[in-house]
């Protein structure tokens, strides 16, 4: 009997701790508070940038920032829209180009996005980057981190945590934060985000992206650019990201419904500017 009230609390708890990601509208866990995760974030991200070089290209941090606005903008312009307008409040944009040879960039939960120069030699066109930069922030829309550290708090104390007597799980939550953002992390290592993660933010990034006035149909050629680049060099069984085999496959597949649903308006290039369509919300699950 013992046991059954246990399970019975903990799944009482557990569908109390749930959230939904928007667009996708995934049920997710979230034991851990918008709050506590800004902080340990902004905390990761100030000592990520002490030690950081800023590019000393202006076109390309020009092209970051013209850029990261524009996703910026569609974002709060669909959470707005969408009934959604507290979830703004969480983000404090900031747009970085940083001196690394990596084909990489991320977005920080609170808006704080970076790109590494050794992208921008395969980026050809705002779209392009665009992309890339749609993915990123729709891991912060997501709040993939919340829902990550909520698992590990659930592996690491278990009945503790689900219970709420955890006694200073701030302090807990601190702890993780470097293993769960994964700045600097290497193959080996915790990763921050699981496949499901990323495959859900490349679906939200090309909502994000096409809401913003970019052609998500460059998502395709972007993708086989990386792929060439050798990005797939671990197998997708033992990576958190899809395969680019899987990844470019999933976008074609989504492609006609995102663009039917959120059609852009005006194809963006590095030369020509986009007007932001009006988002609508989407009924389209991910499971």
Known sequence: MKKLIISFVTAALLLTSCGSVPITGRKQLNLVSDQEVLSSSLSQYASYMKGAKISGNSTQSAMVTRVGKKIAAATEAYLNANGLADEVKNFAWEFNLVQDDQLNAFCMPGGKIVVYEGLMKIISSDDELAVVLGHEVAHAVAKHSNERMSQQLVAQYGAQVLGG???????????????????????????????????????????????????????VGFWEKMSAGGSASVPEFMSTHPSDKTRISDIQKNLPEIKKKYGTTTATTTNKKATTKTPTKSNSKVN
């Not at 993780?176 to 290497?186: E, H, T």
């Not at 939200?204 to 998500?216: E, F, K, Q, S």
């Open 165 to 219: 007597v955890l006694s200073n799980k701030s302090a807990a939550v601190q702890s993780m934060a470097s293993q769960v953002y994964g700045i600097g992390a290497q193959y080996g290592m915790m990763l921050p985000f699981s496949r499901k993660h990323e495959s859900e933010a490349d679906y939200m990034g090309l909502i994000l992206m096409t809401i913003a006035g970019y052609t998500p149909d460059v998502a």
